[in-house]
């Protein structure tokens, strides 16, 4: 569990990330219990872009649950699934972003995402939050209840 020195801030500026939605700045409680009711459980935390001392923060069980595609991560060569947020790397703690980093992942990932998994590997295509709700509408069988299921990439 992280340590919290004394002096660390109550409130981080984070960039929200949510399926189907575009990504916003977002103000959270800098707590384990806050960051987890973000991301809806247990929270993982990496470091896709170090020289940025940025962190993504994601439920861990996002793929198992299932939770809903959100974003692909071509560095990772995979897809994160629900709700995620950006915040800076403290060391030993989260940070909040700098006004640098606020306005870099906003744009990377402001449009939601439509992701297929295809034998050539994982596709995601930017879409606007309506086309988001319609290709899911129509993907589901269910009427739009159930996440869809994910499949691992054929390579894996």
């Given amino acids: 569990m992280r340590k919290k020195p004394m002096d660390t801030p109550s409130k981080l500026r984070v960039v929200l990330v949510e399926p189907g939605k575009y990504a916003r700045e977002a103000e959270i409680d800098n707590t384990l219990q806050a960051e987890q009711a973000v991301v809806g459980g247990l929270i993982d935390a990496i470091c896709p872009w170090p020289e940025d001392k940025a962190c ?9 649950i299932p939770l809903e595609p959100n974003r692909a991560l071509p560095e990772y060569e995979d897809v994160v699934f629900g709700t995620f947020f950006l915040c800076g790397d403290g060391g030993e703690d989260f940070c909040s972003l700098t006004d640098a980093q606020v306005k870099r992942y906003i744009e990377r990932f402001r449009q939601p995402e439509i ?6 590997g994982i596709v995601a295509m930017r879409c606007e939050p309506d086309q988001y709700d319609r290709f899911i ?3 589901r069988g269910d009427g739009g209840k159930e ?4 499949r691992d990439h054929p390579s894996r």
């Fill in 115 to 120: 992701i297929f998994d295809t034998p050539a």
């Fill in 56 to 64: 993504l923060i994601l439920n861990d069980e996002g793929k198992i």
């Fill in 147 to 150: 996440p869809p299921k994910h």
């Fill in 137 to 139: 509408q129509a993907t």
